[in-house]
Every structure is written in C-alpha cells, then in structure tokens.
C-alpha cells in the first residue's frame, strides 16, 4: 500500500471521529499555544528588563572609605585631582562628581535644611548635593518642570538648584510648575529653582540638586575648610557594559598609586559596578523566562497521554476492520503504517492550530499594548514571536504522535486475521 492510501484512510478515520479528534487535539492545543505565548510574553519581559537596565549597565561607583585593616597608611578623601586623573583612563567616557554635606536648621540642629523665603520660616530637611552639568545623563533621571543647570552656569557656580519632586511638593505645592522661578535659603544662601526632577523613590525625591562651585562655596561653606576640593562621590560611566571591567581595574590602579597604597585591603576608596548584578539579574530572568513555558509544556505531556489513549481505543474499536484488511493482504507495516500516521496527523494538527492561537494571542497583546500610554511602565514591553520555541512545540508534538501512535500501532498489526474477525 502506497503512501498516499494510507495517508486517505488515516484521515478518513479522523473525519469519521470528529468530535473525539477534536476533544484529543485540545490538550495539545493549550499546551502548543501556552508555550508559544509563554516564551514570547518572556522575552518581551527580558528584552524589557535588558533596555531598562541597559543605561546604567556601564556605571562605576567611587566612593572613600576608611579601611577596616590596622597598619596601613591614613585615608585620603577623594579629591578634584583623582578626578583629573580619572579622567584619562581609555575606558572611561563621562564623569560625575559630587558633593554632600551637612547645613544648619534654623532650629540650630544639625541638618539638610531647606528654607523656603517666600512662604515664611518654613523648615524642610533634604539633601543638598552640588554636581556638574551632567548630572542627569549619569543619573538617568529625568525632569517635571523646568530645566537642569548647564555648563556656564556650572562653571561660574550660579546659585540656582533643581529641586527633588518631594521637596517641591513641600514647600510650593503639588503643582511642579509652581516651583520655577522661586526662591529658597540654604544656610545663608539664596538660590533660585529652575527645575523639578521626576520622582525616584523617597530617598531620591529629597534632595536638591545644584552646581557643584557653588555648593562648595556658598552652601557649606567653611565646614569644607581644607577639603574645598573633596568629592563625596564620582560617578563613572565606561565606553561601554564590556569595557565596565577594565576601567574598573584602572581606577583601582590610579587611586592605589595617588594614595600610596601598596595592598587591596588598604584601600581607602570604594569601586562599584552594577556588572555583576546586573549578569546575575539577567541570568535569574532567563531562568524565569525559560521555566515558565518549560512548565507549561506539562500540558504537551498530558496532552499526548490522551493521544495514547485514543489510539488505543481505536484499535480496539477497529479489530474487525483490522482483520478484514490483513485477510484480504494487508501488510503488518501497512497496518502499522495507518495507526502511526493517523496519530502524528492527529497531533500535527493540533500543534498547527496551537501554534496559530499563539501567535494570534500575541499579536492580540500588541495590538492592545500599542493602544495603551506609550510612556507607561509597559512602553519597553515588547513581547517577540519566538520560532524557536514555535519550532520545538511543534516538533514536540510529532513526536508524541509518532510515540503515542507507536504502541497501538504495534499491536494492531500483531493481530491474527482470524482472531480480528471473530471479535466482538
């Protein structure tokens, strides 16, 4: 019996059963469809997670330290000339210093005290950090209302600040807007508000932010003495996430030989990078991505135990028919020939129209994200077709066809003709 023929009778049988095929193929359905889904909706989410992180994937931390071991040398504060000489380090492309300290409340306490002059003696504890025109590429952070200090104004120590979304809320409202163009005494300093930063989170929404000459100048005035040109912190950005090592290596390097530093564990600074946690996330997330629809293909398995089961009840159901087919010359591999196709094309056709409902679902995703807000937490959220794991369901399902189809067809064409006929 040529192929074609035994194809003809394999889906004639499926015909003759179709709402027991159709009740077999949903199991494989779901579980097609669910997969597909899964690993799409996951690489969307990865593929998501990736492009957040991806801007500070390349940042470097540097902050002074005391070291906790006795015998080395005393501890040096960072200073505008590490800076300098960060700054030429190959891997390194943008710097960020910055500096803190602490001002005196009207209440003689010791604080961060922001004053607001027009609206009376209203007290508000914040940070006050001095930084350069960069500012908000290294931070990623973002404004509300009005606009970040630029390079002039850096450079001339303009007293002007961009306030915190907290601390702008406190003393002028909760309009942003209504903070531009206001005043605000810090110590013995007025400043003039240009900008509202986006809100961060509390710790990040309390600050505010000016250029770094003036802070040191006016704001903290003589509680720097001395360390006029010391740095709280730097913040580095390498030439990218590869060259992340390297410029941190190099930074070690510089810092040890300006601080006469012969041993790590004297080291009276701090390097941090967001490398390492930054693999390890990402890694936790392509386990996440990948188990979820490794779960999901449970479904697959279940799926093709109610093709076996089918199969079997067919055989049984066509002993007669078996029979006949094997007295009139049908081979034992023609016989088995039948049982296999019928069950891969059984499976095969649920796979396909699983697949189908997948992508469709996907695509219904999309449709529905691109209507939403694009600059909602969703807008990096991009879910991908994945034709691996389309591949592989689909694959996954002729193989439980020709596994679930294997056994009956074994035992059907080990029927004796004569056996076959006299069943009931």
């Excluded at 290596?249 to 946690?277: C, K, M, N």
């Excluded at 016989?335 to 997948?358: C, P, R």
Aim: glycine share 10%; aromatic share 4%; with cysteine.
């Amino acid at each position: 019996m040529i192929l074609r023929d035994i194809l003809a009778i394999a889906f004639r049988s499926l015909r003759a059963h179709k709402l027991r095929s159709v009740l077999t193929m949903l199991g494989l359905v779901i579980g097609v469809a669910a997969v597909v889904l899964l690993s799409s909706l996951g690489q969307g989410l990865l593929g998501s997670v990736n492009a957040a992180i991806e801007p500070v994937a390349n940042s470097i931390t540097v902050v002074p330290k005391v070291s906790p071991y006795p015998g080395g040398p005393p501890a040096k504060p960072l200073t505008d000339a590490d800076v300098a000489a960060i700054a030429k380090i190959p891997q390194v492309a943008e710097m960020v210093p910055s500096v803190t300290g602490a001002t005196t409340g009207a209440a003689g306490q010791s604080a961060k005290a922001v004053t607001a002059t027009t609206q009376g003696a209203q007290y508000l504890s914040a940070s006050v950090e001095g930084t350069t025109a960069n500012y908000l590429q290294a931070s990623q952070r973002e404004l509300v209302a009005g606009r970040f200090f630029n390079t002039v104004e850096d450079d001339n120590g303009a007293k002007v600040a961009v306030m915190g979304s907290l601390v702008g809320q406190a003393l002028f409202g909760p309009d942003p807007h209504a903070a531009l163009g206001r005043t605000v005494r810090l110590n013995s300093t007025t400043v003039k508000v240009i900008g509202v930063l986006k809100s961060y989170g509390a710790a990040n929404d309390n600050v505010v932010v000016m250029p770094l000459k003036a802070v040191r100048a006016g704001v903290f005035g003589s509680s720097f003495g001395t360390g006029a040109n010391h740095v709280s912190r730097l913040t580095v950005k390498a030439t990218s996430t590869q060259a992340v090592p390297a410029a941190k290596a190099q930074i070690q390097e510089v810092l040890r030989e300006r601080h006469h530093i012969d041993s790590p564990q004297y080291d009276d600074f701090q390097v941090q990078d967001l490398g390492s946690r930054v693999t390890t996330f990402t890694s936790l997330m392509t386990l996440v991505t990948n188990a979820v629809p490794a779960a999901a293909a449970i479904s697959l398995l279940v799926g093709g135990i109610g093709v076996l089961n089918i199969m079997l009840v067919s055989v049984t159901d066509r002993t007669r028919e078996i029979g006949t087919r094997k007295a009139v010359g049908a081979s034992d591999s023609a016989i088995m020939g039948q049982f296999v196709l019928e069950s891969i094309a059984l499976a095969g056709l649920g796979g396909l129209i699983g697949v189908g409902a997948g992508i469709g679902a996907i695509l219904g995703i999309k449709q529905l994200l691109a209507g939403m807000a694009a600059g909602g937490p969703l807008k990096t959220f991009d879910p991908t077709i994945s034709l691996p794991a389309v591949g592989l369901a689909f694959a996954i399902c002729l193989v439980i066809g020709l596994i679930a189809g294997g056994y009956p067809a074994w035992r059907a064409a080990r029927l004796e003709p004569i056996e076959a006929l006299r069943f009931e």
